[in-house]
């Protein structure tokens, strides 16, 4: 077990060298910033000097290296939309965007497995085959066109929940959380069905797949030889196994779902990083996202090392080496 | 073995159908037999023959669209083929238990055996969990797990293939069901450790008075384990009595091949024997005797019988053979079928 989580963090740090790289070679293929900072008619010493204060003058892997010494402390520079560090604004977006894609990976878990499971349980009756049908539209629809539908119907037409902004958020230290407050959470519930609906059919779809998979095995037929009740067969031996292909999707589909909230953020002008990443981009502001893409970075390798150490908690098989079982 | 005394189950003129798009296969067609307490029942036959689909009718698993059209089936005289599912979930396990071909398939990998074990003995008998546990360890010790104790906490993958045997065995004992349906227990295993699996299958049958249906295409497991045999060709029985006169002196033209197709070490034939032919398809099964076209003693019944009217089980020697050759009203020289092999 620790063998394997010190393969698992060297692959991590490799992972993460990597995107470091990706970030830093935005700084060289975006644009010279020198050119960026200075006035166009600024000399060519002035350029020089500017370049030899930036460090932008030393080999390319003596400034690769600064950028890592400076990433891993955190220190990403200086937003050029904003003039503030660029680590500043991360941490302040940062609550924003994990409680959205957090209760939308939430919705996902709650809704995906219960309907997966009793649509693969009672496959032929209507309920099943309109809930999978409908599942098809949410993988098909594109996500921004949901969030509109929904600030359409309710906070245009039905006036119940609002159409932007994340409410009221209380402070705790550096974290700000809209959870506490009743606007909060209002202001939560569009965003996160929004984003929480695909998670949800692709759960779904795959609870149910891998449930009628598990429910022509063997040892499920076994169970019910031994006289166990449905509800034993089905939850305690069926759903068990599905779990270990939903917790790498789940896993997965959260990092994606940070990573990609952008679309809902921006629908929804919600406060969170992706909004803040597409700002930057508009801008060509590299320091932000140069950051933001190592954050994104660091956030996908720390679910994978996450989604690996649960793996070892569901399967036996992974749990113990050395097993007796080989060779057939 | 007493075949007198009434019978544990009764299987009655059973028919199972698939309902296809090409029109209703009949997979088991009109086959009836009995098994006595504590008789083994060797049920022996080429693939698709029906006989796992027999052993899956009778536990109440018969796989949709699969299902019984016709016939009965009786657990100590009482039916039980129509029970409602809870009726046939309690059946399951406690009356009658299953053991599976492939021991390595059959138990859930999550969950140690102990737990499946216990699962099973508190589905069905009400006693607390350790009282569970200590039966678990000794049914474990019972069908010759060493170290049972500690065993008992590891998974499946942890034992080797004849050692998960052993536990699905203890799996279909742990409620001390009165019948077990062994569909083909020791296929998937190596022939040193089928030996071990069928000794042990004989002796806890012996010991609990568990009556056995023992479903298998190995002759070899018959001879050594069956009290009687009944030997399935097409979806019918074709002969059926105990197992050293089938062996022995098989009556229907299919044993006699059957027979006749087991190497011994002593021949010294270059040539395998074998019957000519193969089973047909579901799709196809011939008009009358489904064994006519691959038979080679149609021409000794008059009258081409055996491709217009199907026979039902007659009695032939000591045993039963569903075969025209053995009619009492037609004169045919019955003697001419004792073994030509």
């Given at each position: 077990m620790l063998a394997f989580i010190i393969r698992r963090l060297l692959q991590s740090v490799l992972v993460m060298v990597a995107v470091g790289f990706i970030a830093f070679s935005l700084f060289n293929f975006v644009g010279d910033p020198v050119s960026l900072m200075l006035p166009p008619e600024a000399t060519q010493s002035d350029r020089d000097e500017v370049r030899k204060s930036l460090g932008l003058d030393e080999p390319f892997y003596v400034q690769f290296g600064k950028f890592v010494g400076n990433a891993v402390q955190g220190n990403f520079g200086i937003s050029l939309r904003l003039g503030r560090p660029v680590s500043q604004l991360l941490i302040e977006r940062l609550p924003a965007t994990l409680e959205l894609a957090m209760t939308a990976a939430v919705i996902g878990l709650l809704v995906g497995i219960p309907v997966g499971v009793y649509t693969a349980l009672r496959r032929n009756s209507i309920l099943a085959k309109s809930l999978l049908t409908g599942s098809l539209i949410g993988v098909s629809l594109p996500n921004f066109l949901i969030g509109i539908f929904l600030i359409l119907i309710f906070a245009v037409w039905l006036g119940l929940l609002p159409s932007f902004g994340r409410g009221d958020v209380t402070k705790i230290?550096?974290?700000?959380?809209?959870?506490?407050?009743?606007?909060?959470?209002?202001?939560?519930?569009?965003?996160?069905?929004?984003?929480?609906?695909?998670?949800?059919?692709?759960?779904?779809?795959?609870?149910?797949?891998?449930?009628?998979?598990?429910?022509?095995?063997?040892?499920?037929?076994?169970?019910?030889?031994?006289?166990?009740?449905?509800?034993?067969?089905?939850?305690?031996?069926?759903?068990?196994?599905?779990?270990?292909?939903?917790?790498?999707?789940?896993?997965?589909?959260?990092?994606?779902?940070?990573?990609?909230?952008?679309?809902?953020?921006?629908?929804?002008?919600?406060?969170?990083?992706?909004?803040?990443?597409?700002?930057?981009?508009?801008?060509?502001?590299?320091?932000?996202?140069?950051?933001?893409?190592?954050?994104?970075?660091?956030?996908?390798?720390?679910?994978?090392?996450?989604?690996?150490?649960?793996?070892?908690?569901?399967?036996?098989r992974l749990r113990i080496s050395g097993s007796a079982a080989g060779g057939h | 073995m007493s075949t007198n005394a009434a019978p544990l189950l009764q299987v009655k003129n059973l028919r199972i159908e698939f309902p296809t798009r090409r029109g209703t296969l009949v997979a088991v067609d009109d086959i009836s037999f009995d098994i006595a307490p504590g008789e083994v029942l060797g049920v022996v036959g080429e693939s698709g023959a029906g006989k796992s689909l027999t052993g899956a009718a009778v536990i109440g698993l018969l796989e949709p669209p699969g299902r019984i059209a016709a016939g009965e089936i009786l657990l100590n005289g009482r039916r039980i083929d129509n029970l409602p599912f809870e009726e046939m979930r309690k059946i399951r396990g406690r009356e009658i238990g299953a053991i599976f071909q492939d021991p390595l398939t059959s138990l859930n990998p999550l969950y140690t055996v102990g737990r499946q074990i216990t699962e099973t003995i508190r589905t069905h008998l009400d006693v607390s969990e350790t009282e569970a546990r200590d039966r678990a360890i000794s049914l474990l010790q019972e069908v010759g797990i060493p170290a049972a104790e500690k065993r008992i906490d590891a998974y499946p993958h942890q034992f080797s293939g004849g050692m998960r045997q052993r536990v699905v065995i203890s799996l279909a004992l742990a409620a001390q069901p009165k019948l077990i349906i062994a569909d083909e227990p020791t296929t998937a295993l190596d022939v040193s450790i089928q030996a071990q699996i069928i000794t042990l299958l004989k002796k806890l049958g012996r010991e609990h008075g568990?009556?056995?249906?023992?479903?298998?295409?190995?002759?070899?497991?018959?001879?050594?384990?069956?009290?009687?045999?009944?030997?399935?060709?097409?979806?019918?029985?074709?002969?059926?009595?105990?197992?050293?006169?089938?062996?022995?002196?098989?009556?229907?033209?299919?044993?006699?091949?059957?027979?006749?197709?087991?190497?011994?070490?002593?021949?010294?034939?270059?040539?395998?024997?074998?019957?000519?032919?193969?089973?047909?398809?579901l799709t196809a099964i011939p008009k009358g005797c489904a064994f006519n076209p691959r038979c080679t003693r149609v021409k000794d019944v008059p009258n081409g019988r055996c491709t217009t009217e199907r026979p039902n089980l007659l009695p032939a020697g000591k045993t039963q053979a569903a075969c025209w050759l053995h009619a009492t009203d037609v004169t045919v020289d019955a003697n001419k079928t004792k073994v030509p092999a």
């Open positions: 230290g550096l974290w700000t959380t809209g959870l506490l407050t009743v606007t909060g959470l209002k202001a939560l519930v569009l965003p996160a069905i929004t984003l929480g609906l695909y998670p949800v059919t692709l759960i779904m779809r795959l609870v149910r797949s891998e449930m009628m998979e598990v429910l022509r095995t063997d040892y499920i037929k076994f169970a019910r030889a031994r006289g166990l009740s449905n509800n034993a067969v089905h939850f305690g031996h069926a759903l068990k196994n599905t779990l270990v292909p939903v917790i790498t999707i789940t896993g997965l589909q959260l990092g994606g779902l940070i990573a990609f909230a952008i679309i809902t953020e921006t629908v929804f002008q919600w406060p969170g990083m992706g909004l803040l990443f597409i700002q930057a981009v508009q801008f060509a502001d590299i320091p932000v996202m140069a950051a933001y893409l190592c954050l994104i970075g660091l956030i996908f390798v720390l679910i994978n090392l996450t989604v690996d150490m649960l793996y070892y908690t569901v399967d036996p | 568990t009556a056995v249906m023992l479903v298998t295409h190995d002759m070899g497991v018959i001879a050594e384990t069956a009290d009687r045999v009944a030997v399935m060709y097409a979806g019918r029985i074709a002969e059926i009595g105990p197992v050293a006169e089938v062996i022995h002196s098989p009556q229907h033209p299919y044993t006699v091949g059957l027979m006749g197709a087991i190497p011994s070490v002593g021949d010294n034939n270059e040539r395998l024997a074998q019957i000519e032919g193969s089973m047909p398809r």
